[in-house]
């Protein structure tokens, strides 16, 4: 059964810096493009991040850019979410998602496989 799992997420001061983690089982993420998105309490899950299944194409969210890195290591079936220079307004419930395809959806409900989340608190 195709699965992801989130993992890192955490409580840090404003301007610190988590890693996240999201590991596949069931599957080889070689051929899947993999997205990060977020929802916090009251809002709408939104798109954070999206590396396609190569590698060679990332897209960020403007509210992350210059903040947030997306990488991936098919090796390890794992995809990473470098966050530093957290802001408050970056708490949220952080998912992984997998749709089925090498490429980068622009809508989330193209997205077929989700984690379960991971909480991201930013707070002094």
């Known amino acids: 059964q195709l699965q992801l799992v989130e993992s890192g997420g955490g409580l840090v001061q404003p301007g610190g810096s988590l890693r996240l983690s999201c590991a596949a089982s069931?599957?080889?993420?070689?051929?899947?493009?993999i997205g990060w998105f977020r929802q916090a309490p009251g809002k709408e899950r939104e798109g954070v991040s999206c590396i396609s299944a190569s590698g060679g194409i990332t897209n960020y969210a403007d509210s992350v850019k210059g903040r947030f890195t997306i990488s991936r290591d098919n090796a390890k079936n794992t995809v990473y979410l470098q966050m530093n220079r957290l802001k408050p307004e970056d708490t949220a419930i952080y998912y992984c998602?997998?749709?089925?395809?090498?490429?980068?959806?622009?809508?989330?409900?193209?997205?077929?496989?989700w984690g379960q989340g991971t909480q991201v608190t930013v707070s002094s």
């Open positions: 069931g599957f080889t993420l070689d051929y899947y493009a």
């Open positions: 998602a997998a749709p089925d395809g090498s490429v980068c959806p622009k809508r989330k409900e193209a997205y077929d496989y």
